[in-house]
Every structure is written in structure tokens, then in C-alpha cells.
């Protein structure tokens, strides 16, 4: 898979989660996923298709880190995961695949992309209907983990 389609979303991922959330997270060491578990407890995945490329991104939070980044974007701090928490998951889903979009787009990739879906729970999967494989990428906080998962057909 070519590093060019993966490092706009590592990039956009900081982005958001700095601007938006006031949150440093630091990268760890990427890899291929060979399973569909998540690493994570809420999770939000999204597909994109254009003329030459299909693939596909998640971003999955530790319960940790998600209820923290709620806080801080919102000013709310829940318990446990709810419909709140999974709603601000599918939004930075849309806003970090915006944001990598973007920055393809002036590469000369243009994509369309789906409506997230967020799945929450211990051990919840997320399959990626792509051919190519899924690069699974961890990012430490204070407060948590999030990985993101990126795979393409290309």
C-alpha cells in the first residue's frame, strides 16, 4: 500500500484531536492488522470510493481517552460510553477523513466518502472491504489509546 494514502490521516488525526480537544497524542510504531478485533472501545469507521481507489478508515478510542476528548470538546464527561460519546466518535470519523481527503485531493486522489458508522464495546470488530491491507497505526495519550486503521485497494 502506498504511504502516501496512509500519512494524511496520521496527520489529520493529530489535527483534530489538537484543535479540537486540546490533546497531544504520540504515534507508536505502525502495522499490518491480521485480525478484526479492535483495539479500542468505540470505534468509528467510514468508506471512501473514487474513480481509482476504494478504501476504507477507523478510528478506534480506549474509553479513557473518548469520555476525555468529550470533556474537553464539549465540556461533558459521561460515566461510561453512551449515544453522546459515539455521536462525537462518528463526527471527528468525518472530520479527520475531511481532513485527509483534503490533503489527497491536492495529490490529485479525489474520493467520495460514506457515513460513519460507530460500533462500541469490548472486543466490537471492524471489517474493512478492501482488498489491500490494513495498516493499523496506535497513538498514546495521557489519558488513553486511539489506533487508527487505514486500508486500501490499491
Known amino acids: 500500500m502506498n504511504v502516501e494514502y496512509i500519512n494524511p490521516f496520521l496527520s489529520s488525526l493529530v489535527n483534530v484531536l489538537a484543535t479540537m480537544a486540546n490533546t497531544?497524542?504520540?504515534?507508536?510504531?505502525?502495522?499490518?492488522?491480521?485480525?478484526?478485533?479492535?483495539?479500542?472501545?468505540?470505534?468509528?469507521?467510514i468508506g471512501m470510493v473514487g474513480t481509482d481507489i476504494k478504501g476504507s478508515f477507523s478510528v478506534s478510542f480506549e474509553e479513557g481517552l473518548?469520555?476525555?476528548?468529550?470533556?474537553?470538546?464539549?465540556?461533558?464527561?459521561?460515566?461510561?460510553?453512551?449515544?453522546?460519546?459515539?455521536?462525537?466518535?462518528?463526527?471527528?470519523?468525518n472530520m479527520v477523513t475531511g481532513g485527509a481527503k483534503?490533503?489527497?485531493?491536492?495529490?490529485?486522489?479525489?474520493?467520495?466518502?460514506?457515513?460513519?458508522?460507530?460500533?462500541?464495546?469490548?472486543?466490537?470488530?471492524?471489517?474493512?472491504?478492501?482488498?489491500?491491507?490494513?495498516?493499523?497505526?496506535p497513538f498514546d495519550s495521557e489519558f488513553g489509546k486511539v489506533h487508527i486503521e487505514v486500508s486500501f485497494d490499491k
Open 66 to 93: 473518548a469520555l476525555e476528548v468529550m470533556y474537553r470538546m464539549l465540556g461533558e464527561k459521561p460515566k461510561t460510553i453512551n449515544a453522546d460519546v459515539t455521536d462525537m466518535v462518528g463526527e471527528i470519523t
Open 24 to 45: 497531544t497524542i504520540v504515534p507508536g510504531q505502525p502495522r499490518i492488522k491480521k485480525d478484526e478485533i479492535a483495539r479500542g472501545d468505540v470505534s468509528g469507521l
Open 102 to 137: 483534503r490533503i489527497l485531493g491536492d495529490k490529485g486522489y479525489e474520493f467520495s466518502m460514506a457515513t460513519p458508522i460507530v460500533v462500541s464495546g469490548k472486543a466490537h470488530t471492524i471489517t474493512h472491504k478492501c482488498e489491500g491491507p490494513t495498516i493499523l497505526m
